[in-house]
T-cell receptor, first 112, second 116 residues
Framework: DTAVSQTPKYLVTQMGNDKSIKCEQN?????MYWYKQDSKKFLKIMFS???????INETVPNRFSPKSPDKAHLNLHINSLELGDSAVYFC???????????FGPGTRLTVL | AQKVTQAQTEISVVEKEDVTLDCVYE???????LFWYKQPPSGELVFLIR??????QNEISGRYSWNFQKSTSSFNFTITASQVVDSAVYFC?????????????FGKGTTLSVSS
């Protein structure tokens, strides 16, 4: 059974479009995250949510908006996509008590 | 400020060699947590270990071992008798004292290539 799942796995789109990435975890965790991995493999936090409440909102353009409808889901919506948004986006989840973050398989976003 | 440095960008070894991946961290906190993750060519991130700042005991799990030394702010990872399947990017990460939603601060990763 998949612990943290993301859809889609690959996303190719044109500049200016709006797209969403979905994330679901079935681990019963109360905290979820979005990380961005750039072309040099550097991983950086974007957002974190605990019990549907936004905890971390790093310096990310307003075009990125996370939404957590419940504890098991954290979606990422991106407006007006730009070339520089091309990256791999990872969703993760953890229990607040130990912060062992388990990652989804990643979504490779390519903006043309 | 928190920072994780993995000075080795790439390492190449031949199967059965032992290899150590270095990780040096910076933090002002007295309570913190250190992690290692593996990213194989397939792209997923695999959790390997978590260590808290109060526990300096070394850990061994099969061919993997970790050496945590607060005196040198290092948390090194050794693979014994490396195998081709160990080829991956390995990330060291740091987080502050546990609070809900605390982010992991990652190093830039070390790419390990094991040839047969």
């Amino acid at each position: 059974d998949t612990a943290v799942s993301q859809t889609p796995k690959y996303l190719v789109t044109q500049m200016g479009n709006d797209k969403s990435i979905k994330c679901e975890q079935n681990l019963g965790h109360d905290t979820m995250y979005w990380y961005k991995q750039d072309s040099k493999k550097f991983l950086k936090i974007m957002f974190s949510y605990n019990n549907k409440e936004l905890i971390i909102n790093e310096t990310v353009p307003n075009r990125f908006s996370p939404k957590s409808p419940d504890k098991a889901h954290l979606n990422l919506h991106i407006n007006s996509l730009e070339l520089g948004d091309s990256a791999v986006y990872f969703c993760a989840s953890s229990q607040a008590a130990n912060n062992e973050q388990f990652f989804g398989p990643g979504t490779r976003l390519t903006v043309l | 400020a928190q920072k994780v440095t993995q000075a080795q960008t790439e390492i190449s070894v031949v199967e059965k060699e032992d290899v150590t991946l270095d990780c040096v961290y910076e933090t002002r906190d007295t309570t913190y947590y250190l992690f290692w993750y593996k990213q194989p060519p397939s792209g997923e991130l695999v959790f390997l270990i978590r260590r808290n700042s109060f526990d300096e005991q070394n850990e061994i799990s099969g061919r993997y071992s970790w050496n945590f030394q607060k005196s040198t702010s290092s948390f090194n990872f050794t693979i014994t008798a490396s195998q081709v399947v160990d080829s991956a990017v390995y990330f060291c990460a740091l987080s502050e004292a546990l609070q809900a939603g605390t982010a992991l601060i990652f190093g830039k990763g070390t790419t390990l290539s094991v040839s047969s």
